[in-house]
């Protein structure tokens, strides 16, 4: 049970270990999680990013309980026999040492332990992974992104810091510059900070080469919102509404407003070869 938001390290140990003991009794491994977010969290990952990287992890079965009012009123000893047990039939329950359920958060791990006599389970209780004695959090990968720090970031999440969207209509103005790129809509709020990035773009499980830009477009004074474009080298594919995912490699450089689209041109094609070379690295 948990949010999982980044199925971060920490989160892995847990389903990994949930999918070791479900195959070995020969079982269902099912995760229990929560949408929208119990303490209305800013996300790192969609939910349907979560869900695809819970699958990949081995897990059967996924359940998404809608956490809205009324099942927030839920009592953490009705949640466990009338949810976990009458409903999913749990066997081992897999929790983080910090995780709180039912109303008022009041329900955790000790809530489970005594209450596994009574409803004929067992409770595996998992303790939160550190790093430089801080823990491996949501939370901390959240400040970690909005800082800048992806290579830190994507080593606790195990993964480098992606944007998971849909391929969307966009200005056309990279396409006419000769960058054509796809003008992603990101389905989390969770962003890295504006600049020019050499990426990974996956698209229907195949990985490709590109760069992405991440900004408001300062040179063609269009400053009213947050753009995600992508150009992915040597791809010349329709995919409007596709989905898609971005992992950040390495930053390039920042943000910069040009005096005219020439000189932004001849700049993104100083971006592209550098990306192309920090991609290519041994």
């Given at each position: 049970m948990g949010v999982f938001d980044g199925v971060h390290k920490a989160h892995r140990c847990i389903l990994k270990d949930a999918v070791k003991i479900a195959r070995a009794i020969k079982g269902t491994s099912i995760v229990v999680t929560f949408w929208p977010h119990p303490q209305r969290q800013e996300s790192l990952y969609s939910l349907e990013h979560r869900l695809r990287l819970i699958s990949e992890l081995g897990i059967d079965a996924c359940i998404v309980i809608n956490f809205n009012k009324r099942f927030s009123q839920i009592v953490a000893e009705d949640f466990i026999k009338n949810i976990l047990v009458a409903k999913i039939g749990a066997y081992y329950i897999y929790v983080g040492r910090n995780f709180r359920f039912g109303k008022g958060a009041k329900g955790n791990f000790l809530t489970l332990n005594r209450l596994s006599c009574i409803y004929n389970y067992k409770v595996r209780v998992f303790d939160v992974i550190t790093r430089n004695y801080q823990p491996v959090s949501s939370t901390s990968i959240r400040r970690l992104i909005t800082k800048g720090k992806l290579s830190t970031a994507g080593r606790l999440l195990c993964k480098p810091v992606s944007v998971y969207g849909e391929v969307i209509k966009g200005s056309s103005l990279a396409k006419k510059l000769g960058f054509p790129t796809a003008n992603i809509n990101p389905h989390h709020e969770i962003l890295p900070p504006s600049g020019i990035y050499a990426v990974q773009a996956i698209l229907n499980n195949k990985k490709f080469n590109g760069v992405c830009y991440?900004?408001?477009?300062?040179?063609?004074?269009?400053?009213?919102?947050?753009?995600?474009?992508?150009?992915?080298?040597?791809?010349?594919?329709?995919?409007?509404?596709?989905?898609?995912?971005?992992?950040?490699?390495?930053?390039i450089r920042n943000e910069k407003k040009f005096k005219s689209p020439q000189l932004l041109a001849e700049q993104i094609r100083k971006d592209v070869a550098c990306a192309k070379r920090v991609l290519t690295r041994p």
């Open positions: 991440i900004g408001s477009k300062p040179t063609f004074n269009m400053h009213n919102r947050k753009n995600i474009e992508v150009h992915i080298f040597n791809f010349k594919k329709d995919i409007y509404g596709e989905r898609i995912e971005i992992q950040f490699i390495a930053k």
